[in-house]
C-alpha cells in the first residue's frame, strides 16, 4: 500500500440537510461538508464563482498607499520599473501589471533578474543592473522583495522609492518600503493571504481603476479587467496556492478566458503543447507552467515574457518553439539529476532518523533544483532541498510536506543561511557550503519535533464511500461543480468496498507503465486506468477495496465514467 487511507466521517443528517436546501445530491453536500463549507450561502458562492463577489481591493494591507504613489507618479509624468522574478507567477504578473499600467498612462518598464547571474528576487547585483538599465525614482518589485530589506534601504540611498507587491514571508526586519503589499502584514489568519502575486496585481489594477473612475480617468471608465483574467488563473494555478476563496473565482473565470484567449503567445504555447480546449488546471500546470518557467529555469525569463506579449501568432510561435526546446532540455538534465539524488538518498536513507532530506552537489543546475525536490519528495515523502554549488555558496529550493512549514523552518536556520524566502510548502536559500551538513542536522531536528511518524506516508484523503451503480454521468456531471481542484481543494476521491477485476488488466504506454482495468462489483463494471502503476506485483487481485478519483471519459465523442485507480487492498483490510 502506498497511502495511508483516511475515510473522512460520514455526516448523514447535516449532508441531507444542506442537499435540501440547496437542491444538490446528499454525496456533494458530503464532499462539501468536507472542505469545512457549512453555510448555504457561502456554498452557493462557492458553487457559483462570480467576479462581483471579489472583496474591495483596499481592504489588503498597504495597497492604498501603493495606490497613492503610483497616482502620484502618473500625474507627475514619473516613470517608474516593474522588477519581477522569473517563475510563472512572477512573470504573468510583471506582464499584466505592464500592459495595465501602460494603457491607464504610466510610463513603465520592466527587468526580470537573471536567476544564475544575479541570483534569486530583489537582490542588490539585479537592482543595480536594473538601475543602470532604467534609472527610474520608482520601482515596483513583484512577486518578490518581502525579505530584502537591505536592498530597500540601499535603494532609499539612491532617492528610488519602493513598492512591493508579494506573498511570500516577511522578513525581519520587514523592508521598509513605500508601500509593503503583503497579505501577511497583517498577521495569522489574515485575509487574502490565499493569493498569489498575480492575484495581487488584479487587486492593485482594480484599487487604481476604481480610484481612476473615481477622479475621472477616461481610460479607467473604458479599462475591462476580465480580458487579462488569462494571466492571472495561469500564474495562480502555476504557483501552487490555494484554490480558495478569491482565488477560486480568480482561476475560475481565468480558465473559461484561456479557453477562449486570442493572446497569440498562449495560442502559440498551445499549439507547440497540442492543448485543445477546454483549457483546465491539468493543462495549465503541466503542459502551459513547464514551458514557461523553462526560460527562467535554464537562462533568463525575458522568452517567456515575450511571448505573453507578442502581437501576432507570427512573432509568437517561434518564442513558444524556443521555450518547448528548452522545456525538453530542462527535462532531460532534471531527470538525470533525479536520479543521481535518488541513488544518493537510497544509499544511506533510514526512515527511522531522516525527516528532512537535504541533498547537493556543485554541479547540479540551480534552475531546475526545485522540481527535483518535489520529485524526490514523491519518492519518500520528505521535505527536501536540492542544492547545485556556485563556488562556495550553494542555492537551492525546497519543497515540503503537510505538517512542516518550510520557510518558518528555515527562519530558524538563518544563522547558518545568506538568503532565503518562501511560504509553507516551498522555499529557495543560499547557503556557505559548509554549512550545508549542519542545515541537514537542524532541519532534521526540527522536523522530528514537528511531525509524527505517521506523517511521513503520504495520506490517502477519501471523501466518501460509494457504490459503483452511484457513479452515473450525471452525478459526476454534477460532482465537476467542485471545479476547478488543486492545492487547498482537493480532487474529489472515492471508496468503493469489495469488488473485483472482470477481465484482465491492459498495459497501456510505449513502456507499459500504465494499466486499463475493468472493476466490477458483480452488477456494475466501470473502466479503471491507473498511471504509472508499476509492475504485475502492486496489481489488485482477489476481492479488494479500491481508492480512485472519478472522472468522465470522452473519446469519439462518447462519454464514459473512469476510475482514476489511486490505490487498492485487500477487501478484508480494515480502515484506521
Known sequence: MKFRWSLAPAESLPAGRLAASLGISPLLAQCLLNRGLTDPELITSYLEPRLKNLADPFLIPNLGAAVDRLCLARDRGEALVIFGDYDVDGVTST?????????????????????????????????????????????????????????????????????????????????????????????????????????????????????????????????????????????????????????????????????????????????VAQIKPPVGVYEVGFQLAPRLNAAGRLENAAAALEVLMADSIATALPIAQGLDARNQERQQIEKAIVEEVTAAVKAKFDPARDFVIVEGQMEWHVGVVGIVAARVLQQFYRPTLILGGDGDLWRGSGRSIAGFHLAAALRQCEDLLLRHGGHAMAAGLTVPAANLSTLRDRLNELARAALDPSALLPRLRLDAEVTLGELTLGRLEELDRIQPTGQGNPALQFLVRNVTQARPPQRLGTAKQHVKLWITDGQITHEGVWWRAGNESVLPVGQFDLGFSPQINEFKGRRTVQLKVLDWRPAEAPLP
Open 95 to 271: 506582464v499584466f501589471l505592464l500592459e495595465s499600467l501602460r494603457k491607464l498612462g504610466w510610463q513603465v518598464d520592466y527587468y526580470l533578474p537573471h536567476r544564475l547571474e544575479e541570483g534569486y528576487g530583489l537582490s542588490r547585483d539585479a537592482v543595480e543592473n536594473c538601475l543602470r538599465k532604467f534609472p527610474v525614482s520608482l520601482l515596483l518589485a513583484v512577486d518578490c522583495g518581502s525579505t530584502s530589506a537591505p536592498v530597500v534601504d540601499w535603494l532609499q540611498t539612491q532617492g528610488v522609492e519602493t513598492i512591493i507587491l508579494d506573498h511570500h514571508q516577511i522578513g525581519e526586519p520587514a523592508p521598509a518600503a513605500v508601500a509593503l503589499v503583503n497579505p501577511l502584514c497583517a498577521g495569522p489568519g489574515a485575509a487574502f493571504t490565499e493569493l498569489c502575486s498575480v492575484g495581487l496585481a488584479f487587486k492593485l489594477v482594480h484599487a487604481l481603476i476604481k480610484r481612476g473612475r473615481e477622479i475621472g480617468w477616461p481610460v479607467a471608465l473604458a479599462f475591462d479587467l476580465r480580458q487579462q483574467l488569462d494571466l492571472v488563473a495561469l500564474g495562480t494555478v502555476a504557483d501552487l496556492v490555494p484554490l480558495t476563496g478569491e482565488n477560486r473565482i480568480l482561476v475560475t473565470m481565468g480558465l473559461a478566458r484561456l479557453g477562449c484567449s486570442n493572446r497569440p503567445g498562449l495560442l502559440a504555447l498551445s499549439q
